[in-house]
């Protein structure tokens, strides 16, 4: 018995890591600067200074831990999903604008559940709807339901970043009204 216990203890000696860990080095004291008085003659004249000895800082790098940001620049062919000026709908901006205007247009199949249904479209920079897709969808019959009724929206007023139009990347989540047959 005894042995089998000095053998557990040697095997988990070995195999602990705190053992095996070198001592911490001590980080280096800085010290502050240390001045005396030194007096030299030069020709016939005594001049007194001080030699001071400096301690050992890091040197000084300014504007490298923060960089002034340059301006953007908008990209032609870059998509957005948020600008500066968002694009709008029949003269209202926001989702809610457009969340509407999708339900009205939205034509559902009896006997829908309710949930809601994750659409994503580009408003180009000329304002018209494209690449609509369902990101999560809730039902086939009721996902290319909200498609036809996310391609039926009027003309856009195009977004604008950094003064020039630029097309835009939307993801909504639309509010689907359950139906009974």
């Known amino acids: 018995m005894r042995f089998a216990t000095f053998c557990w203890l040697v095997v988990a000696l070995a195999t602990t890591t705190a053992l095996a860990q070198p001592h911490p080095k001590k980080k280096p004291v800085r010290k502050n600067t240390v001045g005396r008085r030194v007096t030299r003659k030069a020709g016939e004249q005594n001049l007194d200074q001080w030699h001071v000895k400096e301690p050992n800082l890091p040197p000084v790098m300014p504007d490298l831990y923060y960089p002034t940001p340059e301006p953007e620049v908008a990209d032609s062919s870059r998509i957005y999903t948020y600008v500066e000026q968002m694009p ?8 809610a604008a457009i969340i509407t205007a999708i339900q009205q247009r939205l034509v559902l199949p009896s006997a829908t559940p ?6 994503q479209f580009v408003v180009t ?9 369902i990101i999560r969808g809730l039902r ?3 996902d290319s339901a909200v498609v ?4 039926q929206l009027p ?3 195009p977004g604008k970043q950094a003064g020039r ?3 835009v990347s939307y993801t909504l989540a639309i ?7």
Do not use: E, H
Not at 148 to 151: G, I
Not at 175 to 181: D, K, L, N
């Open 88 to 95: 709008t709908l029949n003269g209202q901006s926001g989702f």
């Open 114 to 119: 309710a949930g809601r249904a994750f659409v």
């Open 125 to 133: 920079k000329a304002g018209v709807v494209t690449k609509p897709q």
């Open 140 to 142: 086939a019959d009721v």
């Open 148 to 151: 036809v009724a996310t391609r």
């Open 155 to 157: 003309r856009f007023k």
């Open 165 to 167: 139009v630029v097309a």
């Open 175 to 181: 509010p689907i009204v359950g139906q009974q047959p």
